[in-house]
């Protein structure tokens, strides 16, 4: 066994693991935050994607302690103060998910995706979610649901922005 | 002056399912954790044909965290067959022999998952290898029999003859042949199957908790394998991620988990891995079809013939059912007034078949559209011109299509084949397609048309109760497994019931709450539990009346119902809604109003409509792309147009994948081959268009609330459009496909082939 510490949405987790557990089990088994999945454990469907020092990252292909020390972001913590990440709204007001078991992989991939590229084009956002697989959606709506929340970013910001400059200016 | 009252039906809202799914607090099988519970791991055979000679399981016996090993050479009761898999079911665990690769042989249970995996390598079994049998041709001739005592591996000979059948053939100017096939697909929802069970012995009860898509036939299966009153077995379905038809069926780690737990009295489950889910998860589509059409000059069909063999795989999972599906969907929109059809079902040493998503209507529809095609090419004539020639007509209308029991009913669908034409432009696409050839792009324009049969057998119910805080909970043994059943359920009752939408809650999927179900399969759930919710809904109102008469000390007959409230006019009683009717049940110890209502129909529903697809082929490396893809979809009367979409799109982008990717390949041994996702490719969000969906709502004559079913539509002819628009793109060269998928590999052969070409 070996001592790591993980900090997973916001909260410092010590424990002992075995050097072959998987962060995907440590997670799930573990910290029993069940909503990253496990769909292919070959590192191809995307399901697991979880953010790893900010970087999305297959949680199954990540062993435990080689995290040590890392700051983890799963689906559990997007949602802030009981308010839906805009990302998580989308998917829902789009239709963006029917089984729900490839959606917290597409959130992960799409909340990194639009802090780097905040007004993508359509192509873009298909190519950024193509390491993720969905067998019931056909895609369609989660490109929708990307789009969507990339708008209502880009206008929750531009609010900040102008709060932040009329409040220089006042 | 008329008022148009707002209904719930119709309305694309949102689902109320997507909150806690999109936070990850959904809880699907693999998330279940009974405290202390071991997980079960399996050793599965790696031959396709084999005798089983030993099995050593001392030094997996011996490693720490493992507490059982077992194997059916010293657990007599894991050789009982497997329920529902009739005449030829397999053991839970094989003994003696094995049939195919990824059979289970040997279970254990251990502290965890790896540990498990661990002692699984430690197993160690000798076998025999026998002769494979691997395609229908081989097993056909019998020289090797898989099941001896069953004497032949022809599991199920069919055959259905319609006017003169064969006869009729002779009455044609042409007969067109060919021997078309597809390959074998598989499902592979995103959550491998997975089952946990516990076991209470104080009640002596078994706790399921299963990634089914029917909890009470799953029910049935279990209580009749551990021989326990089936009173005390409770199957529940938490979430399930996607099914597509092959969680519905009848496998040996569902009996494995549920006997074990019972056995030990202790918690065990098993989560399957993707490794397993393509060796063990039963498969789909395989068929060779051997077709003739007898047809006039004038493009008329005069009769149709047709021998297939479909690969059943080594036991009856539901692959038969399977091959009469794909014989009633053989004549399509069309009329047809003379058929034959043999429908063969053979054994060969792979892993069974079952229904897929479709389940016959893509292989009936891949048949009549590819022969129509290879018809009209033959003749000079458009391929466009010789389905206006057949499809069915309006006036036609109730027609029966001459195989038992199917009497198409409504729509129009020359009118739809039309307005997808005009969508399409399809002249404006043949100028593009010349422009395009003349730079070295390649253009093709594939169109076919379909019926969507959906239900039309059995019964689905509802158990509706007044709940403590006045909503009205409605459980139905219909489990659904992404398709949004607890939204779509609810707007029917919030409309039945004059109710806002989150005064209904809709549980599914646990035999605790309604006493029978058959289950979510086949596009059925909506046209069966919605109409229960209808028809029963009214008889659930007049116990909710006979309730409040009560409270309000009135004669029932005085009670009028009216938008969620209950008042009883020229009386001095004030008026209720659910809630306080609730309450004032409770607060009097009055039970509260419930009510079981199943809604049994033995007629289908005939959904309708076409696809039409543009590809683009690039020549060099034999890509395939597809610029466009345009449905036109009849649903009947759609309850969520959102949620028909997402079952329409998503069908096409399966669909889209038997069509151009996936396949299970196996070697000449039986070995599977493509057993992981870089293998057996999905359709990814690059690779597949937006797809245009045009709605054509011609309500239902043969139900009570007009619907239809709309989980099928997108993947009936996706194989048939596409391989007909990449023969299009080579029409020059006259390029026959006769096998899907067309994969680039597939595609590249059959242009450098001869005798592919005219
Ligand atoms: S589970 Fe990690 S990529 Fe599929
Ligand atoms: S919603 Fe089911 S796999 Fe994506």
Request: hydrophobic share 40%.
């Amino acid at each position: 066994m070996v001592s790591i510490t993980l900090r997973v949405n916001g909260t410092v987790h010590q424990m002992d693991v075995e050097p072959r557990w998987l962060l995907a089990d440590v997670l799930r088994e573990h910290l029993k935050l069940t909503g990253t999945h496990l769909g292919c454990e070959q590192g191809v469907c995307g399901a697991c994607t979880v953010l790893l020092n900010g970087q999305p990252a297959r949680s199954c292909l990540t062993l435990a302690v080689t995290a040590d020390g890392a700051d983890i972001t799963t689906v559990e913590g997007l949602a802030q103060n009981g308010q839906l990440h805009p990302i998580q709204d989308a998917f829902w007001q789009e239709h963006a998910l029917q089984c729900g078991f490839c959606t917290p992989g597409f959130l992960m991939t799409a909340v990194h995706f639009l802090q780097d590229n905040p007004d993508p084009t359509r192509a873009e956002i298909k190519e950024a979610l193509s390491g993720n697989l969905c067998r019931c959606t056909g895609y369609q709506h989660i490109v929708n649901a990307v789009e969507r929340a990339a708008k209502n970013l880009r206008e929750k910001s531009g609010e900040k922005e102008s709060i932040q400059t009329s409040t220089v200016e006042g | 002056m008329t008022t148009t009252k707002e209904t719930w039906v119709g309305r694309g809202i949102p689902r109320v399912e997507d909150p806690r799914l999109i936070q990850g607090l959904g809880e699907y099988v693999s998330d279940i954790h009974f405290p202390g519970q071991w997980a079960m791991a399996l050793v599965r055979s790696p031959h396709a044909h084999a005798r089983i000679l030993e099995v050593r399981t001392d030094a997996a016996r011996k490693l720490s965290g493992v507490h059982a090993v077992i194997s059916a050479v010293d657990w007599e009761d894991l050789r009982q067959p497997l329920p529902d898999m009739k005449p030829l079911s397999p053991p839970a665990l094989a003994y003696e022999r094995v049939l195919y690769v990824g059979q289970p042989v040997v279970a254990i249970l251990a502290d965890d998952r790896y540990i498990a995996e661990d002692a699984a390598d430690l197993v160690e079994i000798s076998y025999q290898p026998l002769t494979p049998v691997v395609n229908v041709e081989d097993a056909r001739q019998d020289s090797v029999v898989l099941h001896p005592e069953f004497g032949t591996n022809i599991l199920d000979y069919v055959n259905f003859v319609s006017g003169d059948g064969q006869e009729a053939l002779k009455e044609a100017d042409h007969v067109i042949s060919a021997t078309l096939q597809m390959g074998r697909v598989s499902a592979q929802a995103m959550e491998p199957r997975g089952i946990a069970a516990l076991f209470d012995e104080k009640t002596q009860s078994l706790m399921v908790y299963h990634a089914t898509q029917s909890v009470h036939r799953a029910k049935e299966r279990i209580s009749t394998f551990l021989q326990m009153d089936p009173n005390h077995v409770h199957v529940i379905a938490p979430e399930i991620g996607g099914g597509f038809g092959v969680k519905n069926g009848s496998y040996p780690e569902e009996v494995l988990v549920s006997y074990l737990a019972k056995y030990f009295a202790h918690p065990i489950k098993w989560s399957g891995d993707r490794f397993e889910e393509f060796l063990g998860t039963y498969q789909e589509r395989e068929q060779t079809h051997h077709v003739q059409l007898g047809i006039k000059n004038d493009g008329r069909i005069v009769a149709f013939v047709d021998t297939y063999y479909q690969d059943n795989g080594a036991y009856p999972g539901g692959g038969v059912l399977v091959a009469h599906n794909t014989a009633r969907n053989l004549m399509g929109p069309y009329r047809i007034p003379h058929f034959a059809i043999h429908c063969y079902t053979v054994m060969t040493n792979k892993v069974p078949q079952t229904p897929y998503r479709g389940a016959g209507r893509p292989q009936g529809h891949y048949i009549i559209e590819r022969i129509m095609d290879r018809a009209a090419d033959e003749l000079g004539m458009d391929r466009i011109a010789i389905r206006m020639k057949n499809l069915v007509r309006p006036q036609d209308f109730p027609y029966a299509t001459g195989f038992p029991g199917v009497v198409y009913d409504s729509g129009d669908y020359p009118q739809t084949f039309q307005d997808l034409l005009d969508i399409v432009d399809v002249s404006a696409f043949r100028v593009r397609q010349q422009q395009a050839r003349a730079q070295g792009i390649r253009l093709g324009l594939g169109l076919a048309n379909y019926v969507e049969i959906s239900a039309g057998f059995g019964f689905e119910g509802v158990h509706f109760r007044l709940a403590a805080d006045g909503r009205i909970e409605l459980a139905t043994g219909a489990t659904g497994q992404g398709q949004g059943h607890r939204t779509a359920l609810a707007q029917i009752a919030a409309d039945t019931f004059e109710m806002p939408l989150e005064q209904i809650a809709v549980v599914e999927g646990d035999t605790r709450r309604i006493d029978k179900g058959i289950g979510t399969f086949g596009s059925r759930t909506v046209i069966m539990a919605g109409n229960a919710i209808v028809i029963g809904g009214q008889e659930f109102l007049e116990k909710a009346r006979e309730a409040a008469a009560k409270i309000l000390d009135v004669k029932t007959t005085d009670v009028v119902y009216h938008q969620g409230t209950f008042s009883a006019p020229g009386t001095s009683a004030k008026s209720l809604d659910w809630t306080l009717l609730a309450s004032e049940l409770q607060r009097a110890s009055h039970s509260m109003p419930a009510h079981e209502y199943y809604f049994y129909s033995n007629t289908a529903t005939y959904g309708f409509g076409c696809h039409g697809v543009i590809v683009e082929v690039n020549e060099k490396t034999s890509e395939i792309r597809i610029p466009r893809y345009v449905v036109v979809h009849d649903g009947g009367v759609v309850v969520n147009p959102l949620l028909a979409n997402g079952q329409v799109i998503g069908g096409v982008v399966q669909g889209l994948g038997s069509a151009l990717y996936e396949e299970m390949r196996f070697n000449e041994n039986g070995q599977p081959i493509t057993t992981s996702f870089l293998a057996y490719h999905l359709p990814g969000a690059v690779s597949v268009p937006d797809i245009e969906i045009h709605h054509r709502n011609y309500r239902a004559p043969g139900n009570p609330g007009g619907y239809k079913g709309v989980g099928e539509a997108g993947i009936i002819p996706s194989q048939a459009v596409i391989l007909s628009a990449v023969e299009d793109a080579f029409r020059d060269q006259g390029l026959r496909l006769n096998y899907a998928p067309i994969t680039p590999g597939r595609l590249f052969q059959a242009m450098h082939r001869e005798e592919a070409k005219l």
